[in-house]
Structures are given as C-alpha cells and as structure tokens.
C-alpha cells in the first residue's frame, strides 16, 4: 500500500480548494472548518490543562492543587507504565517503573488520594488511560462517588482509544478484538451514566511522536475514527446519542501551516464522516479537541529554545481552534518536567491567553488562499489515504499486520536521514552548536521510595478487605467477560470491593491472555547520509574478525516508545551489522538468553522511562563482563557518570546524530575485538 504525497504548502496553488468560500462560512456550523463555536475564545477560552503525573497519589495530589491554584483550569493525569499496562506496583514486572513516568494507581484508595481535597464535580479531569481503561475507569467513579459525586455530575475525558496503542504508542494488554470489546463498554457505560463525559479521546498525537507527518497522524486518526464508528454500529450503539461524546487529541509539532491547517481539517472530514454514517446531530458533527505541543521536537542541548519551540506549536494549535491544550515543559528531552519548567509552560499560556490577543479572532487564517488551500490539501489525503487503507482490508487488518506501525517508522527514518543530511535543520542540534547549557534542575524521581510505599498501602489493603467479596467480584467479572456483557458495572462492583487494578486485569487475562503485536523494522535507508569512510572501516573491521558483527537491540521493561530503538536498529543494520532486536516488554533474562545464543559483540538497551539505572545495574550484574553495554534513551547527564561506573560503555541520547553514535561504536568495538 503507498501512502500518499501532500500537496506542497506554499503562497501559490493551482487547485482550487473546496473550502474556498469557507471563510465566507459562519464559525461554529457544519462543517466546522472555521472552528467549532459562534465566538470561540471570547465566549470560553481554551481550557489549560496539563499533562502530569509522577511517584504517588498523594505527590500528583499536590501538584495539581498548585497547578489549580496558579490558574490551570483542567487536570489531566499521567499514570506510570505499571498502572498502564495491569501490573500492581509490587508486580515483579513493574518494580523498575513504579511512579517514573506517571503516578502509580493500584486500587481506588489511590485514585481517593489523588483528588483528595479536589472537588469532582467542579473540575474536569482527563485521564490518558487506555490498556487498564476498566479499573482505572471505575476507581475514577468510585472514589467520585465515595467523595460525593454521582457520575452523571463528573466532566472530563477517558482517552479510551486503543487501536493508537497497537499502531504507535504500545500501552495495550489483550487482543485488539478483545480490546475493541473493551472500548465499547466503557463508551456505552458513559452514555448511559455520565452525560458530560467525553468517553474517548481519539489520538493522532502519539503517532507524531512517534514520526509521523501531521497529514499522516492526521489520516490515522481519522482512519481510526471510522473504524471505532464502524465497531460501535455493529455493537447496536446508538451514534447518534454517543458521537457527541467522542472527542480528539493532536499533537502541534513545528510545521506551523501544516498544523493549523491540520486542526481546520479535521473538523471537516469528523463532520463529513458523521454525515455518511447518517447522523444527524450538529453537536455530534461539531469536533471537539485537545492538543499538546510535541515532545520530540524539543531539543537536549539549549533546553530553553524549547520555549520557544512551544510558543510557536501552542499558537498553531489555537489559530487552529483547539478547546483544550498542553505546553509542553522545555526539559523534556532530560527528565520529566521540573517544578520550574512546569511553571514555565503553564504560564506560555497564560501569557497566549491574557497578553496577546490572539484568541480574539475566530479562525484568523480562514480566507487565507495558502491556508484554505493546505486546509484541502489535508482533506484530499486523508480521502486518498482512507481509500486505499480501505482497500487492504480496513484499519483492523492493518493493524494486525503491522503496516500502519510499519508507514510510521518509515516517516521516522526518513527524519533521522534528512535531520543528517542537514536537510531539516534543529538549531543546537545539527547547526548553530553551541557548547553553553541552561541552568536546570531536574526533576529526580524517588522510584524506590514510592514502590515501598505502594507495595505496604497494597498489603494493608489486602489484610483489611473481605476476601470473600473480593472472590465473588472477580469471578462476577471473568463470567461477564465469558457471556459479552458490559464489563464496566462488574468492574466498578470489583473496585468498590477493593480489588486492585492488577487483579482485574489479572481476571480478565486469564480469560484473554496478554497479546504482544508482530514486529516489523524496515530495511535500512541511512547508507547515502552515512560516511563512507566509516561505513568501510567497518566492513574492514568485519573482515578482520572473519564474521560478521553482530549486536542485540533491546527494550526492557514496561516502557512502549520504540521508535529511537528502531531507528538504532536500521542504523546497524546500514553498516553492516547483523541485528537481533528484543521489542517492548522484553526481560533482563530474554536477554541473558539470546547472548548466550550469539555472544554479541555490543549489547544497546533503549530506555526513555527514566528506569536506566536499576535496569543496567541488574543487566551488568548478570551479563559477562566483556560484553560492551551501550545505552540509549532520555538519560539526564547527571547520570551518564553512573552509568559508566556500572560498566555501559557510551550513553547516546536525543542530541547524538546517527554518524556520532557510529564513530563512537567502531572505536568501542575495535578495543573489544583486540584486534
Ligand atoms: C466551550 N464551550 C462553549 C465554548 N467553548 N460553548 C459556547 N461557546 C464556546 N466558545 C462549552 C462546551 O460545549 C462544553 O460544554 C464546555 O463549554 C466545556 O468546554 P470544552 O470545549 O468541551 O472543554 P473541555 O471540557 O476542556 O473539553 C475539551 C475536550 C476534552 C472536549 C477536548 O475531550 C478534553 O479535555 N480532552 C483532554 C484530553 C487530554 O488531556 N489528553 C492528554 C493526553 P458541554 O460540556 O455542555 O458540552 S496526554 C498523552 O496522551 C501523552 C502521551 C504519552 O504518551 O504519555
Ligand atoms: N508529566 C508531564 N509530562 C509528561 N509527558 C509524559 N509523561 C509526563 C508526565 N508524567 C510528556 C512527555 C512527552 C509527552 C508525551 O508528554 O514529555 O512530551
């Protein structure tokens, strides 16, 4: 299948948009392009609402009760990698990742503490959650309704879409038929019970980070709405009741044009969509959308030109009408946001919002030839690209086979090839170098600490609950996930008993066992960009030894972001090295394993949830010595020193090009080989 090729954005077109006259449109009528209300921003601005989340309830607890307090006016909550995927914290699975790159949820007494003091019923909430949706989804409206509140009282939004996670961002747990059931539960439970909650948040943002280009998160997301449309027809859900429910996500990276036409766009193709399937509510039709600034295009060197890389994606995103956005922090690429960098980004948007005026003006690009023009440029692709996703079969088959997941690691290869031939310049990254690092402090996050903490609250819970209950509970559930029906009254009883997350998902993967997706690297690309000089070196290198080099990729642990891993992956594979490549999920024992299969000559861990440490120090531990570890991820450079201590030979991360981490191999491979 081809994916298509967007229409260049430029001052002159010769196609005639079909949104030409759009502007003439009134702003807030089908089909939207010109935004989704009459006054937009002078009626309700866009709601502030950052993303965050890290060790336990009660340290996210208070961090959002200082973000409410600065003026943020929307909570949104980061789980860690455990809680996504199943796992109670004191899961052998999840020890490394307890609290790291989110809060560590295991029953509803946390999720008590996390909004303890916060008014449920006043505050919407969005909770990106999407393998674990079921317990997290009901000790949500547990602990509402232990603090007060009924759910027809709760706003917010569930993100609820899992196909993304199977495409790009790697959080799911069962099948995708099992999981497809999943999303349908919890988007009916909603409709029937909790009339202003958002019951998905359709995604295209993680497939951006992940490489895409916006037209093709763009196609994906709207390919992913169909395909939910579809799913939710066939289950006898009525669309016409819960279509106005189903929000957006996108992700505003750098390509400014791109992306607010990108958001003009897809209020276009939602209402069009919602038109073929014969709905016929203009609330429905009416896309609503969060989005976030991009993660990956903020740079490790000079972290406070992410400022202004931020200020530049949040203004497209609210030219482009978004009712809800995050900023992202400007140490990303380091750690997970510091105290300082949180505020930072909080206050870009206050200062959009209160000092600029910019969200004065509906729609202030709508007119514009270049804009309405890239705005069908976006349109025609999406069309192109659903057209021939529908000829292979439809998202489901594709899914399954992993090509989509296949078209976006191609797109990120592509970026990595042109960031190298300085056909895409990042300041501070591939030109205008400087040796100069901002002031910083990161934030470090006291993982042990919480995993204690997390395994004594689920002990004392376990000792105080009644058993009995808890067995009823979850064999109630197994019996419902047995005869089909809606798993979310079950699963709330279970949750009120105090069952813990991991238990239900426990339950229900014993009826379904956890799925792991087939994994597909493209061929390698780099050779043209690579130095020649050195890709010969190490064919010399090779011949000398008599055999090929040959290394293991890996990723350990809980953490799903992959695309670095692949990359590193073709990179090898260019020069010449045989590859073996461990996906997501892998153990320190699967490794162990293949080593004493191949005796590898480098062994490259790719690690961005912060769990570098613990993971290397068993690794080092249980490997033979003469092994060279290389490690490559988000490491602070605090920790490079310690790392090197334990034995990783080189520590690569966001600000090393693909030639750097080349050099730097052949000059640790030729002292391993004695040669
Ligand atoms: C708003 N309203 C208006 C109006 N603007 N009415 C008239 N005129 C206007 N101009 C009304 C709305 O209709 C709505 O009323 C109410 O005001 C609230 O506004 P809203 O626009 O719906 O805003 P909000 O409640 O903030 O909801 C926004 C949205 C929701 C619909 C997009 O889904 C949302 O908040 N999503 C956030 C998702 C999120 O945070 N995701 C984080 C992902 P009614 O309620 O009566 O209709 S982070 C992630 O995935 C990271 C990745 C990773 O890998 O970790
Ligand atoms: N708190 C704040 N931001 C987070 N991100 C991921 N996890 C958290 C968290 N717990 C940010 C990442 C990335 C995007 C997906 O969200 O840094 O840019």
Avoid at 6 to 12: H, P, R, S
Avoid at 233 to 240: H, K, P, R, S, T
């Amino acid at each position: 299948m081809k994916v298509p090729s967007l229409a260049k954005i430029e001052g002159v077109y010769s196609m005639v948009p079909e949104t030409a006259d759009s502007w003439r449109d009134a702003h807030g009528t089908a089909p939207f392009v010109r935004g989704p209300y009459e006054k937009m921003y002078q009626q309700k601005p866009w709601t502030i609402r950052q993303y965050a989340g890290f060790e336990g309830a009660l340290e996210t607890n208070a961090f959002f009760k200082r973000a409410l307090l600065q003026g943020q006016t929307g909570l949104s909550v980061a789980f860690d990698l455990p809680t996504h995927l199943g796992f109670d914290s004191d899961h052998d699975l999840a020890a490394a990742d307890v609290g790291r790159t989110g809060v560590a949820i295991d029953s509803v007494e946390d999720m008590a503490v996390l909004f303890d003091g916060i008014d449920l019923g006043n505050v919407s909430v969005s909770m990106t959650m999407n393998g674990a949706v079921l317990p997290i989804m009901a000790c949500y409206i547990v602990a509402a309704e232990e603090q007060g509140v009924a759910p027809d009282k709760l706003s917010g939004t569930i993100q609820n879409d899992i196909l993304k996670e199977y495409i790009a961002r790697n959080t799911y747990i069962h099948s995708p038929d099992f999981s497809m059931e999943v999303v349908s539960d919890v988007v009916a439970y909603c409709s029937e019970h909790m009339p202003r909650f958002n019951s998905m948040s359709i995604s295209g943002y993680h497939f951006q980070e992940a490489g895409a280009s916006p037209e093709l998160e763009l196609a994906l997301t709207m390919a992913n709405a169909r395909a939910y449309l579809t799913h939710f027809q066939q289950q006898g859900i009525d669309l016409e009741f819960v279509a106005k429910r189903l929000s957006f996500f996108f992700g505003l990276g750098m390509s400014f044009y791109k992306e607010v036409a990108k958001l003009r766009a897809a209020r276009f193709l939602w209402s069009e969509l919602l038109d073929e399937f014969g709905i016929r509510s203009e609330s429905a039709k009416r896309l609503k959308m969060h989005c976030q600034t991009s993660g990956v295009s903020l740079t490790e060197s000079s972290p406070l030109n992410n400022i202004v890389r931020t200020t530049i994606e949040a203004m497209a995103g609210v030219f482009g009408g978004t009712q809800s956005l995050h900023t992202n922090s400007y140490d990303e690429a380091i750690s997970l946001p510091s105290d300082q960098a949180s505020k930072v980004a909080l206050e870009t948007q206050f200062i959009l919002q209160h000092e600029t005026g910019i969200g004065d003006v509906v729609d202030p690009w709508g007119g514009s030839y270049m804009m309405e023009s890239a705005t069908q440029s976006m349109i025609e692709y999406v069309r192109t690209m659903q057209n021939n996703i529908e000829i292979e079969g439809g998202v489901l088959a594709l899914v399954a086979s992993g090509q989509l997941t296949a078209f976006i690691h191609r797109q990120a290869l592509q970026t990595a090839m042109d960031e190298e031939a300085l056909n895409k310049k990042i300041v501070g990254k591939n030109c205008y170098q400087s040796s100069s690092l901002s002031p910083q402090n990161e934030r470090v996050i006291a993982s042990d600490k919480t995993l204690l903490l997390q395994s004594k609250k689920l002990a004392l819970l376990k000792l105080k609950r009644d058993d009995g209950a808890v067995k009823r509970a979850l064999q109630a559930l197994q019996a419902a996930a047995r005869s089909k029906q809606n798993l979310m009254p079950f699963t709330i009883e279970a949750i009120r008993a105090r069952v813990t997350v991991g238990e239900c998902i426990k339950a229900l993967t014993d009826e379904n066992s956890r799925y792991l997706k087939p994994e597909h690297i493209e061929p390698a690309l780099f050779c043209a960009h690579l130095d020649a000089e050195m890709v010969k070196r190490y064919q010399a290198l090779s011949s000398q030894l008599g055999r090929p080099l040959r290394f293991l990729v890996a990723k350990v642990g809980l953490d799903g972001h992959d695309r670095g891993a692949k990359v590193i992956v073709s990179l090898l594979r260019d020069l010449g090295i045989e590859v073996d490549y461990l996906p997501i999920f892998s153990s320190l024992d699967d490794i162990i394993q293949q080593d004493g299969m191949y005796q590898y000559d480098g062994i490259g861990l790719s690690i961005l949830s912060g769990a570098h440490i613990p993971f290397v120090t068993q690794l080092t531990q249980k490997i033979r010595t003469d092994c060279p570890i290389f490690i490559g991820g988000v490491i602070p450079a605090s920790d490079k020193n310690a790392l090197e201590t334990i034995g990783v030979e080189a520590v690569f991360t966001a600000k090393h090009s693909l030639n750097d981490i080349a050099m730097s191999l052949y000059d640790i491979l030729v002292v391993a080989a004695k040669i």
